[in-house]
């Protein structure tokens, strides 16, 4: 207990700048909301899709085509790239034509059409301009062959077609719920690295890390109570903010979604956590802390979108970003915002990112446990 007790008042005293911490995040938070109009009036958007075509140059599955590009921004991708575009949502649907397509359609049988797919609106969307397609060809081949076939399909479905995207999703406020918990990120990092840093170089003093060498404290046992201790405080943090998210979204937190956003922060929070102890092992100057703290904290938050949406950020950019926590965090956010339907194939990318992050916080754990070890032979 008397470890524990000494802890909180270091915290006590630092809790300045984890006050300052807050503050920001709820005031970006609320400059986002006051910047997004309200205006909830559909803008046409058409989805990203890639097709590959391996039916034969026929008009039907031509005349197909034509309408899924009219339709839609149609992409050139690598196939060895597919699953990573799909990923990380530079295209929404892939539609593979199979080379039964229009034989299947002029006798009367409904072909199968593999796809993948994001699991979002735009991928909903796409499926639904697909089967549309294919249902009203199925009614017309009986009636009209080749180019006229074409044209009556066409014109049908061009005479009823909206560019509309039915969603329960209410997408403004997932896109202000995502910047704040983005901004977890420096929130969490910030608090972690400075918090902890300060707590250990005051722990590792000479006159204090002489008396506690001397005393009966099994030192495995005081790591793991300077250990659990930061976790509390951290734990307490993360509590403050979900109990935040909830009072500035409350719609949005009370659903799957939210859920969603909570989790993921809690495996961020314990990443976190293992980073701001790796980096007070590092060093207990406490002059060097505060620079630190705006290298890993500003720096991630800048390179992995957290300040500057991931959509703006170059090529290199988010490839670099991929050897840090902070981006598969950030992903998860993103990928959080578009779900509307959370079954296995959706959110496994989810469970993918939050295996590396667990990786991660296991891998710095280790390192400390490394590296404490060695300073103390």
Do not use: W
């Not at 006050?19 to 006051?34: D, G, R």
């Not at 990923?87 to 892939?94: A, E, K, L, P």
């Not at 296995?344 to 990786?359: A, M």
């Amino acid at each position: 207990m008397t470890v524990f007790k000494t802890i909180l008042k270091i915290i006590n005293k630092l809790k300045g700048m984890i006050i300052l911490y807050t503050v920001m995040l709820v005031s970006i938070t609320l400059l986002n909301q006051t910047s997004n109009t309200n205006v909830t009036n559909f803008e046409e958007s058409k989805p990203d899709i890639l097709i590959v075509n391996k039916d034969t140059n026929d008009k039907l599955t031509n005349g197909f085509i034509k309408y899924l590009k009219k339709h839609s921004n149609v992409k050139k991708i690598k196939e060895d790239k597919i699953d990573d575009a799909i990923f990380y949502r530079d295209i929404n649907y892939v539609v593979y034509i199979p080379d039964s397509f229009s034989s299947d359609i002029l006798n009367g049988k409904k072909p199968i059409i593999d796809y993948k797919a994001s699991g979002d609106y735009y991928s909903s969307y796409t499926q639904m301009l697909i089967e549309k397609y294919i249902k009203i060809a199925l009614i017309y081949k009986d009636y009209y062959k080749d180019d006229e076939l074409v044209n009556k399909i066409n014109k049908t479905v061009e005479s009823n077609i909206k560019v509309e995207m039915t969603t329960k999703l209410d997408t403004n406020a997932l896109n202000i719920t995502t910047v704040f918990f983005n901004f977890l990120n420096y929130a969490f990092l910030a608090g972690c690295v400075y918090s902890i840093s300060m707590v250990l170089s005051i722990l590792k003093e000479k006159n204090v890390y002489k008396r506690t060498i001397i005393s009966s404290y099994n030192f495995k046992k005081y790591n793991s109570i300077v250990l659990l201790t930061n976790f509390f405080v951290i734990f307490a943090m993360y509590i403050i903010y979900m109990i935040l998210s909830i009072i500035l979204f409350k719609k949005i937190m009370f659903t799957t979604n939210g859920i969603m956003f909570m989790i993921n922060s809690f495996i961020f929070m314990l990443c976190a956590l293992s980073i701001g102890f790796l980096i007070g092992n590092i060093t207990q100057n406490k002059n060097a802390i505060g620079g630190i703290v705006n290298v890993v904290a500003l720096g991630t938050s800048f390179l992995c979108g957290c300040f500057v949406p991931i959509e703006y950020l170059p090529d290199y950019v988010i490839n670099i970003s991929k050897i840090l926590p902070t981006h598969y965090f950030v992903m998860n956010n993103e990928l959080i915002k578009t779900l509307e339907v959370f079954d296995y194939k959706n959110i496994k990318p989810l469970i993918q990112n939050s295996l590396v992050l667990i990786g991660f916080t296991i891998g710095f754990i280790i390192l400390t446990k490394l590296l404490s070890k060695k300073k103390n032979i």
